[in-house]
Nanobody, 122 residues
Framework: VQLQASGGGLVQAGGSLRLSCAAS????????MGWFRQAPGKERELVAA????????YYTDSVKGRFTISRDNAENTVYLQTNSLKPEDTAVYYC????????????????WGQGTQVTVSS
């Protein structure tokens, strides 16, 4: 599966962005999907993930209550709604697809898109 992320940009603290990740192929619903981020000098971290049919989700503690992951299997797209953004959310955000039937908190997803830059100014 090929993934194309979009929606990043420059926003002031407290603002919002909606990231999108469009997938190619007809097997999108067979993948757990995740959004990762990597800030300069830091390790890549899993921000949010969603199971194949949206039955389960995962959020890292720092984004709980502010970010929402969702997916539209008919449109082969996964979204990350980011609200109340903070400067520490600044990073390159990546979407990824995982063959696992369950949400895994891991960096070893199977397919990766290119990143989209999110910059939050104070």
């Amino acid at each position: 599966v090929q993934l194309q992320a979009s929606g990043g940009g420059l926003v002031q603290a407290g603002g919002s962005l909606r990231l999108s990740c469009a997938a190619s192929g007809r097997t999108f619903s067979s993948y757990t999907m995740g959004w990762f981020r990597q800030a300069p000098g830091k390790e890549r971290e899993l921000v949010a993930a969603i199971s194949r049919y949206s039955l389960s989700t995962y959020y890292t503690d720092s984004v709980k209550g502010r970010f929402t992951i969702s997916r539209d299997n008919a449109e082969n797209t996964v979204y990350l709604q980011t609200n109340s953004l903070k400067p520490e959310d600044t990073a390159v955000y990546y979407c990824a697809a995982d063959n696992s039937p369950r949400v895994r908190v891991a960096n070893s997803y199977d397919f990766w898109g290119q990143g989209t830059q999110v910059t939050v100014s104070s």
